[in-house]
């Protein structure tokens, strides 16, 4: 009898491994084609690759553009250049303030401040430009786009100095720079600005006849108390209302006295100005500025005590200048009450700094508050001789002056 071998359980031990053996390489076909394993050497190469990667664009970044040999290769290799397909790149991000604009007020120390910036641009190594232009301060919207782009143009780090009224960056998407300023008990300004522009300072007897060639004798030698109490246009708002424009803006309404120019130059100030000083308490001015700006004034307070300083500094003192008499003080301190509550703010904010930085005050204080001038009116002095009583008026109108 023939026996049936292929149900045997011997064939069918045969057959069963080649059949799993032809369905394993059909299922795993595929990924036997992907290595499973890398070797040791070239998971070095992939993290190499992979940190070399990243700090070079770290670099990148740091340097605000490609690093240089990479546009020497691009060069070489065509003659289009980095520069050509994606433009300059981004300019380098300091670290630290690197576009300074000082818009300083007439009269308020500028001169003493810019004569200590030549300084100090030459040791620091910035960029200083000072403007000669005096007279304008108010720009067309032209004139202002215009000069801020100058502005913007100049090679950083920079310090921009002119007397303009404040310049809003920010409208005409152009990166607003920093600002400072310093400003001066609004009554002294006046009085060193009126004589100033009839008789100039220490540094020439006649350059105050280049500045005002058109002005007569009769203008020239005008009494302050005469152009005050007779309400002159020189001594009379809107004259008068000077220091505030500089803060409030290019707007038409920041040259009407009154609150709206007040509370915006208020607002810039906060929003806008790193500092702004006042001239009386002008070396603790420059602690803070050494403070805040290092690389621009690290040095300024040595330079400004300096014998070989002091001897130019003094060249910038108004000459022939004499205090008005106490009733035109009065009539002058109502017409610049606008001013003064703005200097009293500076004041407040420049000693709220100088506190937080724990910065130790060597100034004095003034020897008269803004009360002085309010309360001359409810004062009744005993009758006195003539000449006493000249003596005492002229006593008490100097003592008003500050001479920083």
Not at 29 to 54: D, K, V, W
Not at 293 to 299: A, K, M, Q, R, S
Request: charged letters at 25%.
């Amino acid at each position: 009898m023939m026996k049936n071998f292929s149900s045997s359980p011997l064939h069918s031990n045969n057959q069963t491994p080649n059949h799993i053996r032809e369905r394993n390489n059909r299922k795993y076909g595929l990924l036997s084609a992907i290595p499973l394993r890398f070797s040791l050497r070239g998971y070095g190469f992939c993290m190499a690759t992979l940190f070399f990667f990243c700090f070079g664009s770290l670099f990148y970044q740091l340097n605000g553009g490609p690093p240089k040999i990479l546009l020497d290769i691009r060069q070489y290799l065509g003659e289009s250049t980095y520069l050509d397909d994606h433009g300059p790149p981004a300019p380098r991000v300091l670290p630290f303030p690197s576009q300074v604009v000082y818009n300083r007020v007439g009269k308020c120390g500028s001169r003493t401040v810019v004569i200590l910036l030549r300084l100090l641009a030459e040791k620091h190594q910035f960029n200083l430009v000072s403007s000669d232009i005096h007279n304008k301060t108010r720009l067309t919207k032209h004139e202002q786009v215009d000069l801020m782009k100058n502005i913007s143009n100049i090679p950083q780090p920079f310090l921009y100095t002119r007397h303009v009224h404040f310049l809003n960056f920010t409208r005409f998407r152009i990166e607003q720079p920093v600002y400072i300023n310093i400003i001066r008990d609004p009554i002294n300004r006046f009085l060193s600005n009126y004589f100033f522009r009839r008789f100039g300072d220490w540094r020439g007897e006649q350059n105050h006849l280049i500045r005002t060639p058109g002005m007569k004798d009769d203008e020239r030698y005008l009494d302050i108390n005469v152009c005050i109490l007779e309400n002159y246009p020189e001594c009379s708002n809107p004259r008068v209302f000077y220091i505030i424009p500089y803060f409030c803006g290019q707007h038409p309404q920041c040259r009407e006295p009154g609150v709206w120019a007040l509370e915006r130059a208020k607002q810039n100030v906060l929003e806008n100005y790193l500092i702004v000083g006042i001239l009386e308490e002008l070396e603790d001015v420059l602690l803070l500025l050494e403070r805040l700006l290092p690389h621009y004034f690290t040095g300024v307070l040595n330079i400004y005590k300096s014998p070989d300083y002091r001897k130019m500094g003094n060249m910038t003192g108004t000459v022939r200048k004499h205090t008005p008499t106490l009733e035109a003080l009065q009539v002058l301190y109502h017409r610049m009450r606008y001013e003064y509550e703005f200097y009293n703010f500076i004041r407040d904010q420049f000693h709220l700094m100088k506190k937080k930085i724990g910065l130790k005050s060597v100034s004095q204080p003034t020897a008269y508050s803004p009360a002085f001038l309010r309360e001359l009116a409810l004062r009744t002095p005993e009758p006195l001789d003539e000449d006493e009583d000249l003596d005492t008026d002229l006593e008490d109108a100097n003592s008003w002056l500050v001479h920083p």
